[in-house]
């Protein structure tokens, strides 16, 4: 790394790999070097790529010399170089990349159905993209990934759940102008609605503080 480098001009770096390529690409012709520095919070250029699934600016950090590693991998759907991290060491399914953010996240960003299942094949756990708190199918829907959102919806992964820009993953598609994503999810909205909502309850049932009936 150079000299000439300050940690606030890494850190500045970094952020913009999560996505703006035309400023990843003016600064690395000023300064090559930074290709594979890290960011105060342990974050790499390339890591910060994969975790959003910006696939053109992690593609332009290898092409520039960047380091792979799983992350960029799964993110990638680079099949043949995940098999071989997985061969030496099958509980990399389970591990996580940059700010802790698990390898199958990084898949779901990605878009590749076949490299989720295959991390699942290999000991990495569904909930991770499933569980009531997880985000995979905003990013899904705002990275287009048709296939992507409807395998997640289809393995039980909430559609409803804000994001940290407190977005919904069908604003996130209809941001994308992604249509079919968007009806996708109205569907699955329209089929977790009750039927009858505003139906009164039986004689004698009451509710109670928290909502139920007593």
Known sequence: MSTSLTQEQIDAFVN???????????????????????????????????????????????????????????????????????ADDPEMARSTGAHGIPLLYHAAAGGDVAVAE???????????????????????????????????????APASVRDYEGKTALQRAEEAGHAEIAEMLRETERELEPEHPDSPLPPGRAPDRTGGTL
Do not use: F, K
Not at 38 to 53: T, Y
Not at 57 to 85: K, N
């Open 118 to 156: 295959l991390l699942i094949d290999n000991g990495a756990d569904l909930v991770t993209l499933t569980g009531p708190e997880s985000t995979a199918v905003n990013l899904a829907a705002a990275r287009s990934h048709l296939a992507m959102v409807r395998w997640l919806l289809d393995h039980g």
């Open 16 to 86: 913009n790999c999560h996505g703006n390529l035309q400023a990843v690409r003016d600064t690395l012709r000023e300064h090559p070097e930074l290709v594979n520095t890290r960011s105060s919070l342990g974050e790499s250029p390339l890591q910060a790529a994969a975790h959003v699934g910006a696939r053109d600016i992690a593609a332009y950090l290898l092409e520039r010399g960047a380091d792979m590693d799983i992350s960029a991998a799964a993110m990638l759907g680079d099949i043949e170089t995940l098999q071989s991290y997985l």
